[in-house]
């Protein structure tokens, strides 16, 4: 089974701190809101390269939702990407845990995955090492400040490379 890389958006591939050059500015409309991102072209293609590299395939954990298919993938370069349906109506959390956890755990399944996000911590980790049936996983906390960097990329390319997961050639 291949491999999950979970991407969230916001904080991630949208930091929220002053952008550096690297990153180009745009807006989003989605229904009466108006969204500014700041976003960097080439993490598509490094995550596309990671991707490759371990034969794992990308898909968005983010409140965008389907959103991200639109207004966020064709400006970084990448395809089109399975969405994690983010229900709004999730009960609240027991333990702490991101209100995406339990969605990602669900989407998962048996499926050994790493998710770059802002806002997972020790409860996401808990919640999942507990959670029944779920393979390996590997949580990268990203500064939302900085967001996604080549440290991460390198992190999970290391960890899927190291575990085994990695089906790249
Ligand atoms: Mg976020």
């Known amino acids: 089974m291949k491999p999950l890389l979970l991407l969230d958006v916001d904080g991630v591939l949208n930091p929220m701190g002053r952008p550096t050059p690297d990153y180009r500015r745009y807006r989003c409309t989605i229904g009466d809101d108006v969204y500014t991102v700041h976003l960097n072209p ?51 959390s027991e333990h702490g845990e991101l209100f995406k956890t339990p969605h990602v755990a669900a989407y998962a399944g048996r499926r050994p995955f790493v998710w770059f996000d802002d806002q997972v911590w020790a409860e996401d980790e808990d919640y999942l090492r507990v959670h029944q049936g779920l393979a390996d996983f590997l949580l990268i906390h990203v500064d939302p400040n900085r967001g996604l960097t080549s440290r991460h990329l390198g992190m999970a390319h290391e960890w899927l490379t190291l575990t085994g997961f990695s089906q790249g050639s």
Do not use: F, K, Y
């Open 42 to 92: 080439r993490h598509g293609r490094r995550l596309l390269d990671l991707a490759q590299l371990t034969g794992a395939e990308l898909v968005w954990a983010t409140t965008w939702e389907q959103h991200a298919n639109e207004w966020i993938a064709p400006r970084i370069g990448l395809p089109a990407l399975p969405v994690i349906p983010m229900n709004p109506d999730t009960p609240p």
